[in-house]
């Protein structure tokens, strides 16, 4: 791969503890409403994902607004679901991406559009994340298409996927990471974690089966803004498991956005003592605006 700065990347080969974290971007056709949600994160974050369709509703395109943040400095990191495109418009648009700048890509299956507001919407799932990621690679490393023509200038991605962190059960192998490694992901970002005993027996697990050499792993995590909202994440978010005692602490606190943060602090402190967590993914679902002052917090922990 090229020698051309990504942060992402180079902090992470550093050694570098790393910080990303995510934006929806706006229902709107002007460029101001995205730029102002990106704002408070310039120069907080080492990436800034920024989300493909996101419960299968419509906001500006992943592409377009990546496209605008590497132009004004940002480092994005593109998700690409396989719901909306086949093939030929996802190598298509991976072609453009790299047009404009974007060097980090974070593949995903994508929410069914039965999810959103509009079901009636035709869902294409022309193929899995994996394959995308074969295709990312193929594109990067042998500056060709999947089907073998040439690219005269070859991107320069830097691949992610995604994963649930869990405490493995006997016997079991995280076979997917293992076919995502292989299919040329370099890091991978996690669902939110707030179970430091979760976070270390999966870290475990994929150490033991070899993965944490071979992938960056990014914990996802954030600061909880009250007890409801956890409980809400507990019931529909997939693969969240908030601890009762978390809860159990936001629904005594006198503030519970201030014991949010601070809950998120000590349990990012104990994640960098984690062997295999290289970083976290910062995600706050109704409560971002909490997220520049814990991001501060953790950059001089």
Not at 9 to 36: C, H, R, Y
Not at 60 to 67: E, F, I, Q, V, Y
Not at 81 to 108: F, P
Not at 115 to 135: M, R, T
């Amino acid at each position: 791969m090229s020698s051309t700065p990504n942060p992402l990347a180079d902090q992470l080969k550093a050694g570098k503890f790393v910080l990303t974290g995510e934006i929806v971007p706006p229902v709107s056709g002007g460029s101001e409403e995205l730029l102002a949600a990106a704002a408070p994160f310039k120069e907080r974050l080492a990436a800034l994902n920024v989300t493909d369709g996101p419960g299968a509703r419509v906001h500006m395109s992943s592409l377009a607004a990546s496209g605008i943040l590497a132009q004004h400095g940002y480092t994005p990191i593109l998700q690409m679901t396989c719901r909306d495109r086949n093939r030929i418009a996802i190598q298509a648009d991976l072609l453009g991406a790299s047009a404009m700048g974007v060097k980090n890509v974070l593949y995903l299956t994508g929410d069914d559009p039965t999810a959103g507001d509009q079901p009636e919407a035709k869902a294409v799932f022309d193929a899995k994340s994996h394959e995308l990621l074969a295709w990312s690679k193929t594109m990067t490393e042998d500056a060709q298409l999947p089907s073998g023509r040439a690219i005269t200038t070859a991107p320069q991605f830097f691949n992610g996927a995604a994963d649930v962190p869990r405490i493995p059960e006997p016997g079991w192998e995280p076979k997917d990471l293992m076919r995502k490694a292989d299919s040329g992901a370099h890091f991978i970002q996690t669902q939110l974690c707030y179970d430091i005993d979760i976070a270390k027996a999966y870290a475990a697990c994929l150490k033991e089966h070899g993965l944490t050499d071979r992938l960056y792993i990014l914990l996802g995590t954030g600061p909880i803004g009250s007890a409801k909202s956890a409980r809400w994440m507990n019931e529909n978010l997939f693969g969240v498991q908030v601890p009762d005692a978390v809860i159990d602490q936001l629904e005594h606190a006198a503030d519970p956005k201030a014991e949010g943060r601070k809950l998120c602090l000590d349990f990012v402190a104990q994640l960098r003592e984690v062997d295999g967590i290289h970083g976290v993914h910062l995600m706050a679902p109704g409560n971002i605006g909490s997220l520049p002052d814990v991001i501060d917090q953790i950059s001089v922990q």
